[in-house]
């Protein structure tokens, strides 16, 4: 199965969500985060986790954005910072010159 269609179906277990729009819509939103943070161009299976918990955890937020805790009635709900989720990719981060010979190496291979 792929990766992605697997990272959906465990999205909708732990959400409940069942309109596709939205759950592939959290679910790219937290990949361009990653590759943002991590200098890719491309995800690597061993980021889909943390893909996973920050689409959750945006997710659980929508609507409460900007904070974080929220208590009304008697029910409170603490949230993880998207920095807390992240802060497990660091180790894959690119530098600049790590991309560039990546993105020469795949194009010499290409030709």
């Known amino acids: ?12 277990l732990l959400t409940g ?8 819509s959290f ?7 990653i590759l943002s943070r991590t200098n890719r161009r491309k995800m690597i299976d061993e980021l ?24 009304e009635g008697g029910e409170s709900e603490t949230y993880l910072s998207e920095d807390d989720i ?3 990719i660091a180790s894959y981060r690119l530098s ?5 010979v990546k993105d020469e190496k795949e194009e010499s291979t290409k030709i």
Do not use: P
């Not at 969500?17 to 592939?24: A, I, Q, R, Y």
């Open 48 to 71: 889909s986790e943390a893909k996973l918990q920050l689409a959750v955890a945006r997710y659980n937020k929508r609507g409460n954005e900007g904070l974080s805790s929220y208590n």
């Open 86 to 88: 992240l802060s497990g």
């Open 27 to 33: 679910l790219l939103s937290a990949e361009a985060t």
């Open 1 to 12: 199965m792929e990766m992605n269609n697997l990272l959906e179906q465990r999205f909708q």
């Open 96 to 100: 600049a010159l790590g991309r560039r």
């Open 17 to 24: 969500e069942t309109d596709l729009e939205k759950v592939s």
